[in-house]
């Protein structure tokens, strides 16, 4: 009798741990896996780390947008990420003028594009209340044709779990030993952005474009550029981005 209980407590026990571990199992594959920036590849200046402040606005129009202008704010949008995109839970706010500016000139209007800020939402401006603290990436930014007065910014909210589309800055580097360049041909920059689909965590503040060893007639397309495993281009691989073109036939005879 106590040999077919010690039986039936093992044969129960080892159940229940194929169950648990089984559990265990499913529960890892449905965690969301973690990214982080890999050596070698670019990632954000922490010297441009800030919380961009802002308040709420109970209503929206061309005239509630002027006088919050005129009192020194941006009429801003916060959305929540959906495809991407934006979509619903969307949130009115007002930014302060001179704080957006400011990074809009520091970084650049496409780098200030492919970047992270945390956003706080307070009751007015000064108080040490926070209604809302969100991380979020600038998805659209209008400027002032002649002055370049910022005249709104619409948010988009990043946490861990979203992916997010990101025109992503092209810097190009090498062009001083170029084997084309130093020939005299010219560079012919195609496209300053890719745009990809990016974990929200490993956002790259730009992709570098190495030109060392382009000669005349070659170029570089997307599919070549050198980017973290998990980004996932939303373009066709094989558009060029950067091009060395090769000399004018009318060049050519005035070399002989």
């Known amino acids: 009798m106590l040999i077919r209980r010690a039986a039936a407590l093992s044969a129960a026990t080892i159940h229940h741990l194929r169950r648990f571990s089984t559990a265990a199992l499913l529960q890892e594959i449905d965690a969301p896996p973690i990214f982080t920036y890999l050596e070698g590849f670019p990632r954000p200046d922490p010297k441009y780390d800030e919380t961009i402040h802002a308040i709420p606005r109970d209503a929206s129009g061309k005239s509630i947008a002027a006088k919050e202008r005129k009192a020194g704010r941006v009429p801003s949008i916060v959305f929540e990420a959906e495809d991407g995109q934006h979509g619903g839970n969307k949130r ?143 373009r066709s691989k094989d558009e060029a981005v950067v091009k060395i073109m090769g000399a004018r036939v009318s060049d050519q005879r005035k070399s002989k």
């Not at 992916?163 to 195609?190: E, H």
């Open 92 to 234: 009115i706010i007002s930014v302060q003028s001179n704080q957006v500016k400011k990074l809009v000139n520091h970084l650049g209007q496409s780098f200030f594009l492919s970047r992270l800020f945390d956003l706080e939402v307070r009751p007015e401006f000064g108080s040490s209340e926070v209604v809302e603290k969100v991380r979020v990436l600038p998805r659209k930014i209008h400027l002032h044709p002649s002055t370049d007065a910022v005249l709104n910014v619409t948010f988009i909210r990043a946490p861990s779990s979203a992916w997010l589309k990101v025109d992503v800055p092209l810097v190009f580097r090498g062009d001083d030993v170029s084997p084309g360049l130093k020939k005299g041909s010219s560079l012919n920059i195609i496209k300053r952005t890719v745009k990809f689909l990016c974990p929200a965590d490993i956002i790259p503040p730009f992709i570098d474009v190495d030109l060392s060893e382009l000669d005349v007639g070659q170029k570089i397309i997307s599919g070549n550029l050198n980017i973290h495993p998990a980004l996932k281009l939303l």
